[in-house]
Nanobody
């Protein structure tokens, strides 16, 4: 089992940038496909981005494509979500997720979840 700990959330203004980090426990980090999801108040948790085991393939929700970048540093046991040109509608709790299965944009595709980190974008 892997435990996920997110960090890097905070309060920023529209147009600003923020970088989230997720540090999974254990030494087998590279066997997991990793993803970021978010949940805004009153809404369902939605897919943001995912990265393959090697880091060579990435996938994004249309709403963040071109603004967010997911990456992983397997040697550091860390994944990142670089968020640029933030919008008020990006305000949400952001969750890191891991799966030993195939890369997926579905909540059901991930077995392990972090506690989440709050990102608030003000206008």
């Amino acid at each position: 089992q892997v435990q996920l700990v997110e960090s890097g959330g905070g309060l920023v203004q529209a147009g600003d940038s923020l970088r989230l980090s997720c540090a999974p426990s254990g030494r087998t980090f590279s066997i997991y496909v990793m993803g970021w999801f978010r949940q805004a108040p009153g809404k369902e948790r939605e897919f943001v981005a995912a990265v393959s085991r090697s880091g060579g393939s990435t996938y994004y929700a249309d709403s963040v494509k071109g603004r967010f970048t997911i990456s992983r540093a397997n040697a550091e046991n860390t994944i990142y979500l670089q968020m640029n040109s933030l919008k008020v509608e990006d305000t949400a709790v952001y969750y890191c997720a891991a799966t030993r299965g195939p890369i997926s944009a579905s909540n059901a595709g991930y077995e392990y979840w972090g506690q989440g980190t709050q990102v608030t974008v003000s206008s």
